[in-house]
């Protein structure tokens, strides 16, 4: 089924390990994004891309990075795992950028990371 | 201060009858507003999505209205069903259509249950 798929579902994290979350759409999308999902808040963005190649940092960056190789695929690290970035990760593709297009995003089914 | 603002936080109603969900914002300058439905352990799923020239939108039993003078929207909900139960997402587009990127803002979403 074509959207977008998101590795692994969930993962428990000692603190000071690092992982990469892994994220890919076969929907040929321009765009692609990195969103953190806290309880009883808005999805924060931490990294998007506007193409293969180019990225850049959202609204909470901090403890994490990202890389845009090919079109498909978005990973992103956290590099020394903390507390705080547990939570659950949403990565979402779109056609166009948010401001310009009628076009909803498509977003993975999440991976929920918890840092011990 | 977030800048979308949604009510109620949560809503409990009976399978059949009818619910208004509400969103206010103070994103400026507003590109469009978008209505997603989140199942819980899902990614969200977009529901409508209205530009500044739209007063309502369906999508089969959704109904969502726009007044952008006021910057309210709200998300109606006919002879809800149980599968209709799920987190309702309120996402504001900041821009204007020549930008090359326009950044959402997300609200923190209504808890909806339906009971039989």
């Known amino acids: 089924n074509a959207g977008v798929t998101q590795t692994p579902k969930f993962r428990i994290l000692k603190i000071g390990q690092s992982m990469t979350l892994q994220c890919t759409q076969d929907?040929?999308?321009?765009?692609m994004y990195w969103y953190r999902q806290d309880p009883g808040m808005g999805l924060k963005l931490i990294y998007y891309s506007v193409g293969a190649g180019i990225t850049d940092k959202g609204e909470v960056p901090n403890g994490y990075n990202v890389s845009r190789s090919t079109t498909e695929d978005f990973p992103l690290r956290l590099e020394l795992a903390a507390p705080s970035q547990t939570s659950v990760y949403f990565c979402?593709?779109?056609?166009?950028?948010?401001?310009?297009?009628?076009?909803?995003?498509?977003f993975g089914s999440g991976t929920r990371l918890t840092v011990v | 201060k977030n800048q979308v603002e949604q009510s109620p936080q949560s809503l409990i109603i009976l399978e059949g009858k009818n619910c208004t969900l509400q969103?206010?914002?103070?994103?400026?300058?507003?590109?469009?507003l978008r209505w997603y439905k989140q199942d819980t352990g899902r990614g969200p799923v977009s529901l409508t999505i209205?530009?500044?020239?739209?007063n309502t939108k369906s999508n089969g039993r959704y109904t969502a209205t726009l007044d952008a003078d006021t910057k309210q929207s709200s998300l109606h909900i006919t002879a809800s069903q149980l599968s209709d139960s799920a987190s309702y997402i309120c996402?504001?587009?900041?821009?204007?259509?020549?930008?090359?990127?326009?950044?959402?803002?997300f609200g923190a979403g209504t808890q909806v249950v339906v009971t039989p």
């Open positions: 979402a593709s779109s056609y166009d950028s948010a401001g310009r297009s009628n076009y909803g995003y498509t």
């Open positions: 996402v504001v587009s900041a821009g204007v259509p020549t930008d090359s990127w326009g950044k959402l803002q």
């Open positions: 969103c206010n914002y103070t994103v400026s300058p507003f590109s469009n």
């Open positions: 929907m040929n999308h321009n765009y």
């Open positions: 209205m530009t500044f020239s739209e």
